[in-house]
């Protein structure tokens, strides 16, 4: 998430970052602690959840939609999509067929 000039607002941990921190709901747990991050949390989890998305919990960044995950997640029946299997050559995918 970034602001209007593109500056990456803070979410309390990098990107792909492995701790505690990084649990989504860590700042909820720890208001005090990066009140700033909490409200971007709140923005980013507020925006996916309602279009749909579910999120992984350990990890902020982290949401999922139409997979197996977020099937899971929902109680689906199906998942819209799922693996694939890829021939890439020239770094093109030259073909592929779902799993």
Given at each position: ?99
């Amino acid at each position: 998430m970034a602001d209007v000039h593109g500056k990456a607002l803070d979410l309390g941990t990098a990107f792909d970052e492995m701790n505690e921190k990084s649990a989504t709901r860590y700042f909820e747990q720890h208001t005090q602690e990066n009140p700033l991050a909490c409200q971007h949390r709140r923005l980013l989890y507020n925006c996916m959840t309602r279009a749909g998305f579910t999120n992984y919990a350990e990890e902020w960044w982290h949401y999922d939609y139409g997979n197996v995950a977020w099937a899971r997640r929902v109680y689906a029946q199906v998942a819209h999509y799922g693996a694939v299997h890829a021939t890439i050559q020239n770094h093109n995918v030259k073909e592929f067929r779902f799993l």
